[in-house]
């Protein structure tokens, strides 16, 4: 399996511009998470999904912020107007059933993450 | 409070020292810990799950206290190559659901 898939990895934008994050989880695995990381916050829970269903979304900052996962395959995190302190790595993480390593449900494998830059 | 409380750092440490990261939780309902390793300017990966009789990875040992609601990580003869961030991760259920993050302790193992 290739992992969890993230494009792109890094964007530079500026103010105002929407961003569209993608991610592309772990074929049958049916949780995913997006991950927000900074120096000062570390890592932050924005939302995550459960059968492609959106279960918490506590995380999410604010209205500019929208995620959507319209199949087992493929999720989006938009933002729109971004805004400089929006600057961070964006993590895709997915889990489930476990592999035959024996890893548990709850482990969760991380993409390589978006590294967003808004100017 | 925190949900997850890991002492930040950073630690740094000479080759072959043994080093001991805590955690502790405040959800007495938590199911799963877990120990994940982030290097720099990479992605989280999981180090090793801990379970409730202690275990042990090669150099690696992770034990947990449900009843002071603890958990650690004892690195032993430290490497170069152990340098990176440890996070301390709880989940409160076992089917996928969300995990909560500590905010990491830093380790750098120096010649």
């Known amino acids: 399996d290739a992992g969890v898939i993230q494009s792109p990895r890094h964007e530079v934008t500026e103010m105002g511009q929407e961003v569209t994050l993608r991610c592309k989880p772990i074929s049958g695995h049916n949780s995913l998470f997006w991950y927000r990381q900074t120096m000062m916050r570390g890592l932050e829970l924005l939302i995550y999904f459960n059968n492609n269903v959106p279960i918490d979304d506590s995380g999410m900052p604010e209205d500019r912020f929208s995620a959507k996962m319209p199949n087992a395959s493929f999720s989006t995190l938009k933002i729109q107007p971004s805004e400089p302190r929006d600057s961070a790595v964006y993590f895709c993480a997915s889990s489930g059933r476990p592999t035959s390593g024996g890893a548990s449900y709850n482990e969760q494998f991380f993409g390589p993450g978006t590294r967003l830059t808004v100017l | ?111």
């Open chain 2, 1 to 111: 409070r925190k949900e997850v409380e890991q002492d930040p750092g950073p630690f740094n440490v000479p080759e072959g020292a043994t080093v001991a990261f805590n955690c502790t939780y405040s959800n007495s309902a938590s199911q799963s810990f877990f120990w994940y390793r982030q290097d720099c300017r990479k992605e989280p990966k999981l180090l090793m799950s801990v379970y409730s009789s202690g275990n042990e990875d090669g150099r690696f040992t992770a034990q947990l206290n449900r009843a002071s609601q603890y958990i650690s990580l004892l690195i032993r003869d430290s490497k170069l190559s152990d340098s990176a961030t440890y996070l301390c991760v709880v989940s409160a259920n076992t089917n996928a659901g969300k995990s909560t993050f500590g905010d990491g302790t830093t380790l750098t193992v120096k010649p």
